[in-house]
């Protein structure tokens, strides 16, 4: 059972050293943007993309908590 545990704490090591280096990349990549004056650019070129995504996220959301329910119940 420790091992287990050990290899459990190390996932969640690599995991949130993982998630901290991907923020630090974007953190980056938009200082970078706002110094060089393109940042509000891609901003107006992503926001499309992010808004699509957000509504395909919820879509998939919604039609999954559907498929969860008995028959004969409603929302």
């Known amino acids: 059972m ?6 459990m704490l190390i996932r969640f090591a690599l995991l949130a050293a993982g998630a901290v280096a991907l923020a630090l990349l974007v953190f980056a990549v938009a200082l970078v943007l706002k110094r060089r004056g393109r940042l509000d650019q891609v901003r107006r070129q992503v926001d499309p993309l992010a808004r699509s995504a957000l509504r395909a996220a919820v879509r998939r959301l919604e039609d999954g908590a559907a498929g ?3 028959k004969g119940e409603r929302r």
């Open 2 to 7: 420790e091992t287990y545990l050990t290899y």
């Open 68 to 70: 969860t329910r008995r």
